[in-house]
């Protein structure tokens, strides 16, 4: 299985690990190597403002949450829309930042999206493809709306919801007894 960069990971109910209990992981980095992801739908109850009072001189005033990207400790890092701060592109229009400068650079700006995360998920080699083998994780294609969807309670059901539309809309449409609701 190659190739999960910009995949979600949708967390069974079954999954068994509360680190991950209805979560929706995007996966950053996928290769030989292992993989990495944060959790999107993770707040805690810091605010950025709260965290860069206690790590930077700079002025912010953002009361957003910074998530909990992962149960494995790591550098505070942001997915955001601003091309001057992109680091690395995840999605179309979506890029990973770590570096300080560009973290100070977001956060004391208004017009580009931007999501702080303390954490992330990390897999060893082979371990994430053994657990979608065994079922622990549904995938689905991220799209930018994901990363950045305002409520992060419902994220979960939403891509579920969406995942069986994506399943069961061709079986339907190829059976015989399908009555399309616009033939009414």
């Known amino acids: 299985m190659d190739g999960l960069t910009g995949k979600l990971l ?8 509360p680190n991950f209990y209805r979560s929706v992981v995007l996966v ?12 999107l739908n993770r707040p805690s109850n810091a605010t950025v403002s709260s965290v860069w009072d206690q790590i930077s001189d700079l002025e ?26 992109a680091e690395r592109q995840i999605l179309p229009g979506v890029f990973l930042t770590m570096q300080r400068e560009h973290l100070n650079q977001l956060v004391s700006q208004d017009e580009h999206e931007f999501r702080i995360y303390s954490g992330y998920a990390g897999w060893s080699p082979g371990q994430l493809e053994a657990e979608i083998e065994r079922g622990g994780w549904l995938l689905r294609e991220a799209e930018f ?11 979960w059901k939403m891509v579920c919801e969406h995942l069986g539309h994506d399943i069961m809309l061709p079986h339907f449409n190829q059976s ?9």
Do not use: Q, R, W
């Open 60 to 85: 912010c005033d953002c009361d957003d949450a910074v998530h909990v990207g992962g149960p494995v400790e790591g550098p505070l890092m942001a997915l955001h829309t601003s091309l001057a701060a």
């Open 145 to 155: 709306e994901h990363v950045f969807e305002a409520n992060e309670e419902a994220l």
């Open 28 to 39: 950053m980095m996928h290769g030989e190597e292992g993989a990495t992801g944060v959790i």
């Open 10 to 17: 949708i967390a069974i109910p079954e999954l068994g690990d």
């Open 176 to 184: 015989k007894n399908f009555v399309d609701p616009g033939m009414n």
